[in-house]
Nanobody
Framework: QVQLVESGGGLVEPGGSLRLSCVFF????????MGWYRQAPGKQRELVAT???????HYADSVKGRFTISRDHVKNTVYLQMNSLNSEDTAVYYCGAGLFGSRWPNDYWGQGTQVTVSS
């Protein structure tokens, strides 16, 4: 049984920061990439950032230089540090995990955590 549990969302003012966490429960040995997606109201879910077991990272152009993804293998946790937030970052953020052989971390999903950027 695989489970991803996100935390860290909330309300933040423009220019502020948040750190999201996602804990993986299950057979971590089968997982390569983990990452974050987001879905804003009326929009499709989009990839935000990914990180592989060997710490290779990938970011969406819209978050490069502002967001940082990291991974703690001991705690089976992936983090998303979000800085310089703006209203366009408002969305439900989902943690994803991908099996070896999967191109993207979308084999397993968390329940999502809401991030709202507003003054």
């Amino acid at each position: 049984q695989v489970q991803l549990v996100e935390s860290g969302g909330g309300l933040v003012e423009p220019g502020g920061s948040l750190r999201l966490s996602c804990v993986f429960f299950g057979s971590i040995g089968s997982i390569n990439a983990m990452g974050w997606y987001r879905q804003a109201p009326g929009k499709q879910r989009e990839l935000v950032a990914t990180i592989t077991r060997t710490a290779d990272t990938h970011y969406a152009d819209s978050v490069k230089g502002r967001f940082t993804i990291s991974r703690d293998h001991v705690k089976n946790t992936v983090y998303l540090q979000m800085n310089s937030l703006n209203s366009e970052d408002t969305a439900v953020y989902y943690c994803g995990a991908g099996l070896f052989g999967s191109r993207w971390p979308n084999d397993y999903w968390g329940q999502g955590t809401q991030v709202t950027v507003s003054s």
